[in-house]
């Protein structure tokens, strides 16, 4: 009879309510869902204290420990920050911050000379004082997680100088792609007639094809140096890998992630015949610069960045280095890059045709209270954003497990190379490196993790050594 009850006084509400409600009650069930494993995997950080048997030759006592404690922290400050997004962003649906940010924005333009009928100019002036509202909420999580949690774990390399400098940068270089970016959007979608969902799908297809292209040659650089690998025994043998499988490399870099973090990485990028090789400093024992003893006369600090003692030296080996880009470029032979870029695009046509199928109903937009504009901006905001987040986390998922998947692929190329017992050992030093907790919930691993869990990977390496 409740349910009746409920069922009738559900139907009685307007469309834009239930609409509203649906938003909010989806985004609150997401949130559950999330807590709900990340409680789980909390419960595994906090009961297994001990080396398990199976991990006794993997890792040792005191860093397993290590890591057990790193990943509680992360966890405990990622349950607080998760609670403070979802109520920040309840707390705007329910006080109408959007529609209030919209009529500031139209103020502001309005004061500037630019009436109502410039809608793209105040759509970019909300832009701007979305992006600058989230960054400043975001700030103090942002400060905490570096120099509280990092901090404390020993991976922040940063002083709060290089913190600040660099936050400014990236919110400058972001509103310099995003706002031209979202104008020309805009302006497409204005004048593309019948067909303008094409028209944008292309246009944001040329746009994220520029990006890559010019990301790591022109925007990276802007907060990390970059510097070709010196000539020697690795470079020698990284271009003789590559040729051995025709990867079109034509240059290797080495990017002193060190200043930041001494977690590591390393990836290609480019298109066609003009392809290269990023590795971080901190993966490579000797080049990194957290290995490097501070020359006399230095008190170990620069204006930049803080220079840790280690006990132990971070980083792999040429063999191993070799054998994590094995894998890299596995990802590339078997052509994993070019299956995301086609998934990818086939989901943002799939989007923006959705989107003009929705843009013309007004009860998407008083759901969000407006009333008597329907602002293209806002459309894009409320259909990509709300309505297909349910859409989005079904296919977050499927990413998710087609990613594991492909690292299995990936970690079998390498092995075909002969690079099992180098990419094993180097698995085992990353993780051990980066504090990685090997022990997992299986369905927060099911749920989360892009990468299979450490023991999955080791165990298809062990069996190819063993063969």
């Given at each position: 009879?409740?349910?009746?009850?409920?069922?009738?006084?559900?139907?009685?509400?307007?469309?834009?309510?239930?609409?509203?409600?649906?938003?909010?009650?989806?985004?609150?069930?997401?949130?559950?869902?999330?807590?709900?494993?990340?409680?789980?995997?909390?419960?595994?950080?906090?009961?297994?204290?001990?080396?398990?048997?199976?991990?006794?030759?993997?890792?040792?006592?005191?860093?397993?420990?290590?890591?057990?404690?790193?990943?509680?922290?992360?966890?405990?400050?990622?349950?607080?920050?998760?609670?403070?997004?979802?109520?920040?962003?309840?707390?705007?649906?329910?006080?109408?911050?959007?529609?209030?940010?919209?009529?500031?924005?139209?103020?502001?333009?309005?004061?500037?000379?630019?009436?109502?009928?410039?809608?793209?100019?105040?759509?970019?002036?909300?832009?701007?004082?979305?992006?600058?509202?989230?960054?400043?909420?975001?700030?103090?999580?942002?400060?905490?997680?570096?120099f509280v949690i990092e901090e404390k774990h020993g991976f922040n390399q940063q002083t709060l100088g290089f913190f600040f400098k660099d936050a400014i940068k990236k919110f400058v270089v972001t509103q310099c792609i995003?706002?031209?970016?979202?104008?020309?959007?805009?302006?497409?979608?204005?004048?593309?007639?019948?067909?303008?969902?094409?028209?944008?799908?292309?246009?944001?297809?040329?746009?994220?094809?520029?990006?890559?292209?010019?990301?790591?040659?022109?925007?990276?650089?802007?907060?990390?140096?970059?510097?070709?690998?010196?000539?020697?025994?690795?470079?020698?043998?990284?271009?003789?890998?590559?040729?051995?499988?025709?990867?079109?490399?034509?240059?290797?870099?080495?990017?002193?992630?060190?200043?930041?973090?001494?977690?590591?990485?390393?990836?290609?990028?480019?298109?066609?015949?003009?392809?290269?090789?990023?590795?971080?400093?901190?993966?490579?024992?000797?080049?990194?610069?957290?290995?490097?003893?501070?020359?006399?006369?230095?008190?170990?600090?620069?204006?930049?960045?803080?220079?840790?003692?280690?006990?132990?030296?971070?980083?792999?080996?040429?063999?191993?280095?070799?054998?994590?880009?094995?894998?890299?470029?596995?990802?590339?032979?078997?052509?994993?890059t070019v299956k995301n870029i086609i998934i990818s695009q086939m989901n943002s046509f799939l989007c923006f045709f959705l989107f003009a199928v929705l843009i013309g109903q007004k009860e998407l937009f008083a759901a969000?209270?407006?009333?008597?504009?329907?602002?293209?901006?806002?459309?894009?905001?409320?259909?990509?954003?709300?309505?297909?987040?349910?859409?989005?986390?079904?296919?977050?998922?499927?990413?998710?497990?087609?990613?594991?998947?492909?690292?299995?692929?990936?970690?079998?190329?390498?092995?075909?190379?002969?690079?099992?017992?180098?990419?094993?050992?180097?698995?085992?030093?990353?993780?051990?490196?980066?504090?990685?907790?090997?022990?997992?919930?299986?369905?927060?691993?099911?749920?989360?993790?892009?990468?299979?869990?450490?023991?999955?990977?080791?165990?298809?390496?062990?069996?190819?050594?063993?063969?």
């Amino acid at each position: 009879a409740a349910m009746a009850l409920a069922g009738d006084l559900w139907a009685e509400l307007p469309a834009e309510r239930r609409i509203f409600c649906s938003v909010l009650l989806f985004s609150w069930a997401v949130y559950l869902w999330e807590a709900f494993l990340a409680h789980r995997q909390r419960r595994v950080y906090r009961t297994t204290t001990h080396v398990p048997q199976e991990l006794g030759q993997i890792m040792d006592s005191e860093t397993f420990e290590k890591s057990r404690l790193y990943q509680l922290d992360k966890s405990t400050f990622s349950f607080w920050s998760g609670l403070y997004s979802e109520v920040e962003g309840t707390m705007i649906l329910l006080c109408g911050g959007i529609p209030f940010l919209w009529k500031l924005s139209g103020q502001i333009s309005g004061r500037a000379g630019f009436g109502t009928e410039y809608e793209i100019v105040q759509s970019l002036v909300f832009l701007l004082l979305a992006t600058l509202f989230s960054a400043v909420t975001g700030l103090p999580w942002s400060l905490y997680n570096t120099f509280v949690i990092e901090e404390k774990h020993g991976f922040n390399q940063q002083t709060l100088g290089f913190f600040f400098k660099d936050a400014i940068k990236k919110f400058v270089v972001t509103q310099c792609i995003l706002l031209p970016v979202t104008s020309l959007l805009l302006y497409i979608i204005k004048i593309g007639g019948d067909y303008f969902f094409i028209y944008a799908w292309l246009f944001t297809l040329v746009v994220s094809l520029v990006l890559v292209t010019i990301y790591a040659d022109y925007i990276a650089p802007l907060f990390d140096k970059f510097i070709p690998l010196p000539e020697g025994e690795l470079k020698q043998q990284i271009e003789t890998m590559a040729k051995s499988i025709d990867f079109p490399l034509t240059k290797v870099y080495v990017v002193e992630g060190s200043k930041r973090s001494s977690h590591s990485n390393a990836y290609f990028y480019g298109f066609f015949k003009n392809k290269r090789i990023v590795l971080f400093d901190t993966l490579l024992e000797d080049y990194s610069a957290l290995n490097k003893e501070p020359a006399e006369g230095e008190d170990g600090e620069n204006e930049e960045t803080k220079s840790k003692t280690k006990n132990k030296k971070q980083g792999c080996k040429n063999e191993e280095v070799l054998a994590v880009l094995g894998h890299e470029l596995g990802h590339w032979k078997l052509g994993h890059t070019v299956k995301n870029i086609i998934i990818s695009q086939m989901n943002s046509f799939l989007c923006f045709f959705l989107f003009a199928v929705l843009i013309g109903q007004k009860e998407l937009f008083a759901a969000f209270g407006f009333y008597d504009t329907q602002p293209t901006l806002i459309g894009l905001m409320i259909i990509f954003q709300f309505i297909f987040s349910p859409y989005n986390e079904v296919l977050s998922f499927c990413l998710t497990v087609l990613s594991r998947r492909f690292e299995f692929q990936a970690d079998a190329f390498a092995k075909e190379l002969g690079k099992a017992k180098d990419l094993y050992s180097a698995l085992i030093k990353l993780n051990k490196d980066n504090l990685g907790f090997p022990v997992s919930d299986w369905i927060f691993s099911m749920w989360h993790y892009s990468h299979p869990p450490l023991l999955e990977r080791l165990q298809a390496l062990k069996d190819a050594k063993q063969e």
